[in-house]
């Protein structure tokens, strides 16, 4: 199977910068997406980020869209998410996932807290 594990969590002040790190171990594959979600508690689960692995297309959710930035390192099978300008509404935890085909992510990391103060 494949993993996902996640880092580079913290806790920051807003208006502060993070960088989370995905890496993927395992089986690979020619085609996917890889999607940063995030999760409040008391919250619902929603994509953040995602980026297609072999070709140019992003996605970033609006409130984040001018702030965030994903990215990807094929040969170190990692993706990052680079977060400034954080806000107190961007604390949440943190996953990876991974979209092969069709239109859910069914590959998930553990997770990483993220907790911007004031």
């Known amino acids: 199977q494949v993993q996902l594990v996640e880092s580079g969590g913290g806790s920051v002040q807003a208006g502060g910068s993070l960088r989370l790190s995905c890496i993927v171990s395992?089986?690979?594959?020619?085609?996917?997406?890889m999607g940063w979600f995030r999760q409040a508690p008391g919250k619902e689960r929603e994509l953040v980020a995602a980026?297609?692995?072999?070709?140019?297309?992003?996605y970033y959710r609006d409130s984040v869209r001018d702030r965030f930035s994903i990215s990807r390192d094929n040969a170190k099978n990692t993706v990052y998410l680079q977060m400034i300008s954080l806000k107190l509404e961007d604390t949440a935890v943190y996953s990876c996932?991974?979209?092969?085909?069709?239109?859910?992510?069914?590959?998930w990391g553990q997770g990483t807290q993220v907790i911007v103060s004031s």
């Open positions: 996932a991974i979209k092969t085909t069709g239109s859910l992510y069914r590959y």
């Open positions: 395992g089986r690979t594959f020619n085609t996917f997406t």
């Open positions: 980026i297609s692995w072999s070709g140019p297309n992003t």
